[in-house]
């Protein structure tokens, strides 16, 4: 059952509210869409594939292959011929780009290339974060606003590059363990040919199949709890491969740490101003980032509940 594909260029066409209901379908549904014909040139998205993969071979492979803490416990469980499987650990390599993090420095033209990309899939978030808006009845700008804690431009936006070596033994360790995601909205750009994600639908694992040249679209933890749960994030992970490098590229508009995140007031209150049953706390995303970083791998209802009362609590201390 392969997830959505929406044609992006449609949205401003005669086809707009057909266009307006498959994102809200796959948002509300799915948690999980592809977007093909978005806007960003075919030729950027080929210079990306090539910077990228040129970054890991000669930046990334070799560490990868020779020091890396899964390759070495995978060839200590084989030499053992151990059942045990790799617990605890991803077959990943991933390192983060953000506006003030160190970029890979011997790839030529990788960093002029990401940084082009990196702002074209800054405007294409901003652009979904309205469709959205507008899908559940929020004013224009609102989940923007709410991500930048206020006005201005306080909003995390990072870039998680990651590759999955083929791997000798898949049955023994996961590319991605299972996870939701914590932020806001996830644009990923992954490989067209080597496949390996799969999403949790209705119970069992769905490929996210591959096809070129789309972006895929999954919405995380904060974007439900904004909506109140109308759009869920959904668990996600990566299976290893025999055969092939997987290229992920996963960019995270994310909130301000210092951002106050709840569930928006026009979801939570009808017409006539009853309140609707509330199923999120109100709560700063950097506090829920610290339970997020020990939790994980770990089902998100417990996340949601561990930052139940902090913000309340520091009201208090606030005041006195």
């Given at each position: 059952?392969?997830?959505?594909?929406?044609?992006?260029?449609?949205?401003?066409?005669?086809?707009?509210?057909?266009?307006?209901?498959?994102?809200?379908?796959?948002?509300?549904?799915?948690?999980?869409?592809?977007?093909?014909?978005?806007?960003?040139?075919?030729?950027?998205?080929?210079?990306?594939?090539?910077?990228?993969?040129?970054?890991?071979?000669?930046?990334?492979?070799?560490?990868?292959?020779?020091?890396?803490?899964?390759?070495?416990?995978?060839?200590?469980?084989?030499?053992?011929?151990?059942?045990?499987?790799?617990?605890?650990?991803?077959?990943?390599?991933?390192?983060?780009?953000?506006?003030?993090?160190?970029?890979?420095?011997?790839?030529?033209?990788?960093?002029?290339?990401?940084?082009?990309?990196?702002?074209?899939?800054?405007?294409?978030?901003?652009?979904?974060?309205?469709?959205?808006?507008?899908?559940?009845?929020?004013?224009?700008?609102?989940?923007?606003?709410?991500?930048?804690?206020?006005?201005?431009?306080?909003?995390?936006?990072?870039?998680?590059?990651?590759?999955?070596?083929?791997?000798?033994?898949?049955?023994?360790?996961?590319?991605?363990?299972a996870h939701t995601d914590a932020g806001g909205i996830?644009?990923?750009?992954?490989?067209?040919?080597?496949?390996?994600?799969?999403?949790?639908?209705?119970?069992?694992?769905?490929?996210?199949?591959?096809?070129?040249?789309s972006i895929v679209i999954n919405t995380g933890d904060?974007?439900?709890?904004?909506?109140?749960?109308?759009?869920?994030?959904?668990?996600?992970?990566?299976?290893?491969?025999?055969?092939?490098?997987?290229?992920?590229?996963?960019?995270?508009?994310?909130?301000?740490?210092?951002?106050?995140?709840?569930?928006?007031?026009?979801?939570?209150?009808?017409?006539?101003?009853?309140?609707?049953?509330?199923?999120?706390?109100?709560?700063?995303?950097?506090?829920?980032?610290?339970?997020?970083?020990?939790?994980?791998?770990?089902?998100?209802?417990?996340?949601?509940?561990?930052?139940?009362?902090?913000?309340?609590?520091?009201?208090?201390?606030?005041?006195?």
């Amino acid at each position: 059952m392969p997830i959505p594909v929406i044609d992006f260029s449609k949205l401003n066409g005669e086809q707009r509210a057909q266009t307006m209901a498959q994102i809200a379908n796959g948002c509300e549904e799915w948690g999980f869409f592809q977007l093909v014909n978005h806007g960003i040139p075919v030729e950027l998205l080929e210079r990306v594939k090539k910077v990228s993969t040129e970054c890991y071979k000669l930046e990334r492979e070799e560490h990868f292959f020779k020091d890396s803490a899964p390759v070495k416990l995978l060839k200590e469980l084989v030499h053992k011929k151990s059942e045990d499987k790799v617990d605890n650990m991803d077959w990943e390599d991933v390192f983060l780009l953000s506006d003030d993090n160190e970029w890979p420095p011997k790839t030529a033209g990788f960093k002029e290339t990401m940084t082009e990309y990196r702002a074209e899939l800054k405007k294409l978030a901003e652009k979904l974060m309205e469709v959205m808006d507008e899908n559940l009845g929020l004013p224009k700008g609102c989940i923007k606003k709410a991500f930048n804690g206020g006005e201005g431009e306080k909003a995390f936006f990072g870039t998680k590059v990651s590759h999955y070596p083929p791997c000798p033994h898949p049955e023994m360790v996961t590319g991605l363990r299972a996870h939701t995601d914590a932020g806001g909205i996830i644009l990923l750009f992954q490989d067209d040919e080597v496949g390996g994600l799969e999403i949790l639908k209705d119970g069992k694992w769905t490929d996210v199949q591959p096809l070129r040249n789309s972006i895929v679209i999954n919405t995380g933890d904060q974007i439900e709890v904004l909506s109140n749960g109308r759009y869920k994030s959904v668990w996600h992970r990566v299976q290893a491969m025999p055969n092939g490098t997987r290229r992920s590229i996963a960019s995270f508009y994310n909130p301000s740490f210092n951002a106050t995140i709840e569930p928006a007031t026009q979801l939570v209150e009808k017409d006539n101003k009853e309140v609707k049953q509330v199923g999120y706390p109100k709560f700063i995303f950097g506090d829920y980032m610290s339970v997020y970083t020990e939790q994980k791998f770990l089902p998100k209802e417990p996340r949601f509940e561990a930052v139940r009362g902090v913000y309340d609590e520091k009201d208090l201390i606030f005041s006195v």
